[in-house]
């Protein structure tokens, strides 16, 4: 995913962007950066690879590198960020968050008709960061430039670029798939993914930009370049997974959501008859816990941690590239309390099943220390389409999830004609899909909240949100 930071100011502010990026990190774990302003250094910035260690214990130490009145931090899974950058346009630092689907095409559309050049990655990419400023620089202003790059990009790009006068220009992505809010302090301005980071330092609510909205931030003032569009689509799983508990999207707080959201699916297996013999209802950690304490006080059965993710050394289990070592991370930070296993049948809520991989050998884990029974709830719909607008999934194939290939081993390509009637419990395909996963993964039952109830759970008009991941719709 990845995330930004940003704050502009009558004050040094190294430490506010330090902190405030630090907050997102649970958003990305490949690379982080931060760009700032001084008036006698002018724009420094500094680039650190987060593979085998946080963002705060690479950047501890730019205090005494840096300093500033102005500055953009960004985390990323993807490119190396920010890049300062010389251009038509001045001096500038910018970032981007979000994905970048066609950008073999815009690079080469680029080299064609400007005769320029890019440098690559290792992996023989183009920076996103380093593409989005080309094609702001074909533009006489930044607002046109961006949205030019936006109106040219296939994917998802929301921007932050700091100037060499110290303004930023904050540009929330064309449909609002990710959030970009504004926060003011007495000296200033700052601008966030997470809505708490800022309120941590400080910073009161200013306003959360619309979809495709670009603003300028100074000390004293906000000055909007081009307003809201019509149309948002901001991703839904955000509130499911990706977003921390004390954020809030479009005024929807993700804790709150993720509660109600276990309200009803254990509203639906009341109904049902399906949370009956159940000893303890618990979550898989962190983001499937707070699911679960709303199915719990919803069901009244008690809530439980029969096992206790050991965080210390490894806070994350995908932050290795390699599948099988963060399958084999995830498996050894599993520590089991026996007493709350052994004997007893089980309920997990999981924020989402994707692959399954790392799900089907915790089953295995719990079945090892003595369950009785496992049964296994997502608090989101079977996903079945990879995402193109943000690469939640990680998927870059839709077989790699594990709906698909369930379906195609029951019913070929044909079956690909039916996921609406796949993702729906209550008919025969939808039936078998979940009596085959059980039988995969040894889940004594497996049901999937409907997309009606997740739309419920966040309270926002369904025409606002993305749920191209579960029914298609772009």
Same mark, same amino acid.
């Given at each position: 995913?990845?995330?930004?930071?940003?704050?502009?100011?009558?004050?040094?502010?190294?430490?506010? =962007?330090?902190?405030?990026?630090?907050?997102?990190?649970?958003?990305?774990?490949?690379?982080?950066?931060?760009?700032?302003?001084?008036?006698? /250094?002018?724009?420094?910035?500094?680039?650190?690879?987060?593979?085998?260690?946080?963002?705060?214990?690479?950047?501890?130490? =730019?205090?005494?590198?840096?300093?500033?009145?102005?500055?953009?931090?960004?985390?990323?899974?993807?490119?190396?960020?920010?890049?300062?950058?010389?251009?038509?346009?001045?001096?500038? %630092?910018?970032?981007? @968050?979000? $994905?970048?689907?066609?950008?073999?095409?815009?690079?080469?559309?680029?080299?064609?008709?400007?005769?320029?050049?890019?440098? /690559?990655?290792?992996?023989?990419?183009?920076?996103?960061?380093?593409? $989005?400023?080309?094609?702001?620089?074909?533009?006489?202003?930044?607002?046109?430039?961006?949205?030019?790059?936006?109106?040219?990009?296939?994917?998802?790009?929301?921007?932050?670029?700091?100037?060499?006068?110290?303004?930023?220009?904050?540009?929330?992505?064309?449909?609002?798939?990710?959030? !970009?809010?504004?926060?003011?302090?007495?000296?200033?301005?700052? @601008?966030?993914?997470?809505?708490?980071?800022?309120?941590?330092?400080?910073?009161?609510?200013?306003?959360?930009?619309? %979809?495709?909205?670009?603003?300028?931030?100074?000390?004293?003032?906000?000055?909007?370049?081009?307003?809201?569009?019509?149309?948002?689509?901001?991703?839904?799983?955000?509130?499911?997974?990706?977003?921390?508990?004390?954020?809030?999207?479009?005024?929807?707080? @993700?804790?709150?959501?993720?509660?109600?959201?276990?309200?009803? /699916? %254990?509203?639906?297996?009341?109904?049902?008859?399906?949370?009956?013999?159940?000893?303890?209802?618990?979550?898989?950690?962190?983001?499937?816990?707070?699911?679960?304490?709303?199915?719990?006080?919803?069901?009244?059965?008690?809530?439980?941690?029969?096992?206790?993710?050991?965080?210390?050394?490894?806070?994350?289990?995908?932050?290795?590239?390699?599948?099988?070592?963060?399958?084999?991370?995830?498996? !050894?930070?599993? @520590?089991?309390?026996?007493?709350?296993?052994?004997?007893?049948?089980?309920?997990? $809520?999981?924020?989402?099943?994707?692959?399954?991989?790392?799900?089907?050998?915790?089953?295995?884990?719990?079945? %090892?220390?003595?369950?009785?029974?496992?049964?296994?709830?997502?608090?989101?719909?079977?996903? !079945?389409?990879?995402?193109?607008?943000?690469?939640?999934?990680?998927?870059?194939?839709?077989?790699?999830?594990?709906?698909?290939?369930?379906?195609?081993?029951?019913?070929?390509?044909?079956?690909?004609?039916? /996921?609406?009637?796949?993702?729906?419990?209550?008919?025969?395909?939808?039936?078998?899909?979940?009596?085959?996963?059980?039988?995969?993964?040894?889940?004594?039952?497996?049901?999937?909240?409907?997309?009606?109830?997740?739309?419920?759970?966040?309270?926002?008009?369904?025409?606002?949100?993305?749920?191209?991941?579960?029914?298609?719709?772009?």
């Amino acid at each position: 995913m990845g995330a930004y930071f940003g704050v502009v100011s009558k004050r040094e502010i190294l430490e506010d =962007v330090f902190f405030g990026t630090d907050y997102h990190s649970h958003l990305g774990t490949k690379s982080g950066g931060i760009a700032v302003y001084d008036r006698e /250094l002018g724009l420094q910035r500094k680039i650190h690879n987060l593979g085998n260690a946080p963002f705060r214990a690479k950047f501890e130490h =730019v205090f005494g590198d840096m300093k500033g009145t102005s500055a953009i931090g960004v985390i990323s899974d993807f490119d190396p960020e920010p890049l300062i950058i010389r251009s038509r346009l001045g001096l500038y %630092a910018v970032c981007t @968050v979000g $994905v970048i689907n066609n950008s073999a095409a815009l690079a080469e559309k680029f080299l064609n008709d400007n005769g320029g050049h890019f440098g /690559l990655t290792t992996g023989l990419m183009v920076n996103s960061a380093e593409l $989005v400023a080309s094609l702001i620089n074909q533009k006489e202003t930044f607002a046109d430039g961006i949205k030019f790059a936006q109106d040219s990009i296939e994917g998802t790009a929301s921007i932050l670029v700091l100037k060499s006068d110290g303004n930023i220009i904050a540009a929330r992505d064309k449909f609002g798939r990710l959030p !970009m809010a504004i926060g003011k302090d007495k000296d200033g301005f700052c @601008v966030a993914f997470e809505d708490f980071s800022y309120r941590k330092l400080g910073f009161s609510d200013y306003k959360a930009l619309g %979809a495709g909205e670009i603003v300028e931030l100074s000390p004293d003032k906000m000055t909007v370049l081009l307003p809201a569009g019509d149309k948002m689509r901001v991703c839904s799983f955000l509130w499911t997974y990706y977003g921390y508990p004390t954020a809030s999207y479009e005024g929807k707080n @993700v804790e709150i959501m993720r509660c109600e959201n276990g309200v009803l /699916l %254990a509203e639906a297996d009341i109904n049902a008859k399906k949370h009956l013999g159940i000893d303890y209802i618990a979550g898989v950690p962190d983001s499937g816990t707070p699911h679960a304490i709303g199915y719990a006080n919803k069901s009244g059965i008690p809530f439980a941690r029969p096992y206790i993710k050991y965080t210390p050394s490894w806070s994350r289990s995908f932050m290795p590239d390699v599948q099988r070592n963060r399958n084999e991370i995830a498996k !050894m930070k599993q @520590v089991p309390v026996r007493e709350l296993i052994e004997g007893k049948t089980l309920l997990f $809520v999981d924020d989402s099943i994707v692959r399954g991989t790392q799900l089907k050998e915790t089953v295995e884990f719990l079945y %090892a220390n003595g369950a009785k029974a496992v049964h296994m709830r997502s608090a989101c719909p079977p996903i !079945m389409f990879g995402c193109k607008y943000l690469n939640f999934s990680r998927a870059t194939s839709d077989m790699e999830l594990i709906t698909r290939r369930v379906i195609k081993e029951l019913e070929g390509d044909e079956g690909f004609n039916h /996921l609406d009637e796949y993702s729906d419990g209550n008919t025969g395909r939808g039936k078998n899909l979940r009596k085959t996963i059980c039988e995969k993964f040894g889940f004594a039952s497996l049901e999937f909240q409907t997309l009606d109830n997740l739309i419920k759970a966040i309270g926002i008009d369904k025409s606002k949100l993305c749920t191209y991941c579960w029914n298609g719709v772009e």
